[in-house]
């Protein structure tokens, strides 16, 4: 099948499309309620961040035509972390967002009307990772040493998680505030001993910059699980376009669905289709750890994206318990049940 016209775009446009902020972005590469001519719902989804291996999927799937097949025109752009992401979709500057768990329920607890349609990396890949020659493998280790974070992020958001689980509190850790994007030179220049992070991403990348071997302390591995990256839309596009949502689920799933079939084509797909993306190695390290994400015990042998009530409560319960964002409510107030089959 031929890519969407999307990826027809010169590249020169497409260029000018990732520069402009987030926000000018959705109004200027278009996307949104439009039709192509032929048809198809033109339509955005933005990324969490900048295209890793985690995306494969969407690229590998625009390539096979299952988006076309279910009327959409997708257009990909990257993304400016998860929180601007749920608040930019719920605000409808983008049609359809790539977002963590937590910073959803953030933006939907402060009033922006978005909505989950089905989280796809159902253990959540907040981590803590440190050169392995440091000895810094478990979280008592991690008493007096030197850990970079981006404060108001979603791996800061969610840390006391892990921390309040081993007894622990941030007086226990000398801090160091740095932006999201220096994290990883921090490490590398060995500024800090650690640094937060999604362990599936970055230590793929930090290992294939440095040349050396990575320790990943998944916060879920040490604490109770909470729930990770998945799809969102504002909630009247459910409520008036609800075929629509259903056909960008359905394709995802699929698009995931293949992706596990053929990892090597996946990455492909996104190494043509997509810019500043990690080398093809490192996408297909990150992806394959992507998978290892993809389900909680109540989901195991469901499509990908399938989520189930229980894990949405207990994502809740950990949040009201042990950070301070107000996660209120039931599920059915952050996820559209509906679409789970």
Known sequence: MPPSSAFRMPTAVKAACVALPLVLAASACGGGDGDDGEGLAEVTLTLNWVPYGEHAPFYYGLQQGFFEEEGIDLTIQPGEGSLVVAQAAGQGQVDYGWADAPSMVTAASEGVPVRSIGVFLQRNPAAIQCFSDTGISEPQDLVGRDMAISP??????????????????????????????????????????????????????????????????????????????????????????????????????????????DVQAAVEAMDEMAEENPSTEVMAEQLEASFELLYTENTEGERPGVNAVEDWEQTLAVLAEHTEITADGEPADYWEESLAE
């Open 152 to 261: 108001g992020d979603a791996l800061s958001q969610t840390l006391p998680i892990f921390l309040d689980a081993n007894d622990m509190s941030e007086d226990d850790i000398q801090m160091q505030h740095v932006d999201s994007a220096a994290k990883i030179p921090t490490l590398i220049e060995e500024q800090a001993d650690c640094i937060t992070g999604f362990g599936h991403d970055q230590a793929p990348t930090i290992e294939a910059e440095s040349g050396r071997d990575v320790d990943v302390m998944y916060y879920i591995d040490w604490a109770p699980n909470f729930l990770g990256n998945g799809l969102l839309t504002q909630e009247d596009r459910i409520e008036d376009n609800p075929e629509e949502v259903r056909g960008m689920l359905e394709a995802s799933t699929r698009s995931w669905e293949a992706a596990q079939e």
